[in-house]
């Protein structure tokens, strides 16, 4: 079960999902950034609360970073030495803005 959080300040929205990142949740954190992306230049995923994250999760954070290099930037914080070894394994590291 994954839970996403949403705060909006100005044109910068920050995304918390909470739980696992998988096949079955990558559709609602797709849903969440999708409708969060109008009008919004800084789009950040904090990632403190993330337990597991799937080969289904890094597609749904692709296509966040492709569409927010078009009319902003994306960036994932506290993200876990759990999540942040997939992203290194997977090369998403070199793909991703993480702080």
């Known amino acids: 079960m994954l839970q996403i959080h949403k705060t909006t300040e100005n044109a910068k929205t920050t995304l918390v999902p909470e ?3 998988d096949t079955l949740t990558a559709p609602e954190l797709e849903s969440a950034i999708e409708a969060s992306l109008d009008g919004t230049q800084e ?3 904090d990632l403190e609360k993330l337990e597991y ?3 289904a999760g890094l597609r749904v954070l692709l296509i966040a970073q492709k569409k927010m290099s078009k009319q902003g ?3 994932l914080i506290h993200v876990s030495d759990t999540i942040m070894e997939i992203f290194e394994v997977t090369g998403f ?3 991703l803005t993480i702080q």
């Open 93 to 95: 590291t070199d793909i």
């Open 53 to 55: 994250i799937s080969s």
């Open 73 to 75: 930037e994306m960036k």
């Open 19 to 21: 739980g696992r990142l």
């Open 43 to 45: 789009l950040v995923l």
